[in-house]
């Protein structure tokens, strides 16, 4: 087996890959602009000579043994990345396939939170467990789930979709995915913004984010008025919380895992975060399961996590047959 | 291996037990009555001389390669019934250990709604079928998960308990796990029974289902009026199957399994659940899931479903040893 892997973390704005070796070390990374390409061909090209500028500059030429890649809505099975994804070019893309082309190197797909998954498996927060839930709070909310030591793919690779489980029945807000009430609609980055945004609108009271035009609110902004003491901004806190400790209770019916583990920017806020949450998982658990599962943190840095954990599917990643071929959508 | 397995399945009311080969027929079976004993030890006394007498009379004494029981709260690590759970004696019980003290015979225990979904997958509407959900709609919900062919046991043996997720976060209706809102207030049999009865309070047309006392309404009797075209009684049809249909979109985010398989009385209404079912599944799934879960109903003849299922068990029962005794709750 050839000694290095590439990583490769596409998100919406920005593109990140690194040379991996076995041991979990990241040699050398760069990135590129995902959303400046307008057409998938140039941005497959930017990163084939970018990342092999890398790979060159390295002295790691022919001894890449494959490619991981994590990216939204990645069917692991077929390679592709499916419909509904916040990116520049229609779908679905066998992106894979294109890659796997453009390096000659084999190729692995998953979403962004079953790379972070095994990621923290492999080298972080989760080494030595295994049942646990990954939960990424970023722009969206992702989940990664990992069962007997196993990612959960389901029957067509499109499973841990748990940032779209239902937290609000009726007049929940609209969530990207075009339905209503989802975890992700009010436990993202961009939940905790809107949130703010209603609190703000709904009381009078004074606080700190008052200062700061409505539309521009951010997640960041809402932290620093909590640290800051501001009640409103606390309030924001915990309202997210105890909603994502209510579906967290739900989801420990499911596989009832050892651990839950938070990634993601929002997972930084520490106690302000993690202090309704535990309390509103454990008044909501099922009695059975109540004080067996551990809420940790990402013990990966998160400049590394994705591209670590994108790497990680490179050691099995194979060669792109037409048996695959054979499962994708007609025209592909 | 010895040619013969034993199938227990416990339940609140009866148990009952039957003789099965490799190939899944049920050679013989029997049955005691669970409530009426208030000691365990009776119990397990009147169960051993029972299943005793039918492994006699049909020639199988030294046959037998292992006992499966389902019953629930079953730990399928630990071999303990846990609390919580609708049985006249003290939890948790050791009851791998028990009976197979008994039977001198290994011993393997599930929840009932995991049995189900083995002895579907083996003999029944989940052949073949590598990822699926097994509801069973009777007095509660039970669940049993399979995963890539794997029964979902969790790190602690107690997964799959989705008849408590959370469906009405809000003022829901108390559940007999002791928390309230819980998906099985409100899609059991008893659950149906419990909406007649507030729709005939809060409503004021006539209906087939005002001629009987109120309190002694039960799912049946919903199921004759609706049959009978009443009104009413088809409108807590709808109210159940698009609950269900509802939190079964929520479950397919989890595993995305290829089916849904529904066991049990309520599950034989038919059109009556599964129209409004369907309905609401299609409604809430996630656009990338859509058409994809097939919803089947169980194959199995309901009166050896759950000994079916529990004796699959058998095959794979291991003598008890000390190593699962250091497992269990201490003084056990």
Chains 1, 2 share one sequence.
Not at 6 to 35: P, Q
Not at 81 to 90: A, F, M, Q, T
């Amino acid at each position: 087996m050839k000694p290095y892997v590439l990583g490769i973390d596409i998100g919406g704005t920005n593109t990140v890959f690194g040379i991996v070796d076995a041991r979990g070390a990241v040699i050398a990374s760069g990135s590129i602009k995902t959303a400046k390409h307008a057409h998938l061909d140039d941005y497959l090209t930017e990163l084939h000579a970018e990342a092999s500028r890398l790979i060159e500059a390295n002295d790691a030429t022919d001894k890449i043994n494959g490619i991981g890649i994590g990216a939204p809505n990645s069917n692991y099975f077929n390679g592709t990345i499916e419909d509904g994804v916040n990116l520049p070019w229609p779908t679905p893309i066998p992106l894979a396939k294109l890659v796997s082309e453009k390096f000659g190197i084999p190729v692995a797909i998953t979403n962004d939170a079953n790379a972070a998954a095994i990621g923290e498996m492999t080298y972080g927060a989760a080494r030595g467990i295994k049942d646990f839930i990954m939960i990424t709070l970023g722009t969206g909310v992702g989940s990664g789930i990992v069962i007997n030591g196993q990612v959960v793919y389901g029957h067509d690779g499109l499973a841990g979709e748990l940032g779209h489980m239902i937290v609000k029945r009726n007049n929940g807000r609209l969530c990207g995915c075009g339905r209503t009430g989802c975890l992700e609609a009010y436990c993202s980055a961009t939940g905790v913004a809107r949130t703010a945004r209603e609190f703000l609108e709904i009381r009078t009271e004074p606080s700190l984010l008052r200062n700061i035009e409505i539309d521009q609110i951010t997640s960041k902004d809402v932290y620093d008025a909590a640290m800051n003491g501001d009640k409103l901004a606390k309030d924001v806190f915990d309202y997210t919380g105890t909603i994502l400790g209510e579906a967290m209770a739900d989801m420990m019916l499911f596989s009832s895992p050892a651990a839950f583990i938070l990634f993601g920017g929002l997972a930084k806020s520490g106690e302000l975060l993690l202090k309704p949450l535990r309390e509103a998982l454990d008044k909501n658990m099922m009695t059975c399961f109540k004080g067996k599962a551990k809420v940790l943190l990402s013990e990966l840095k998160e400049a590394d996590a994705a591209v670590l954990g994108a790497s990680a599917l490179g050691w099995e990643a194979k060669p792109y047959v037409e048996a695959i071929a054979a499962t994708l959508p007609q025209g592909l």
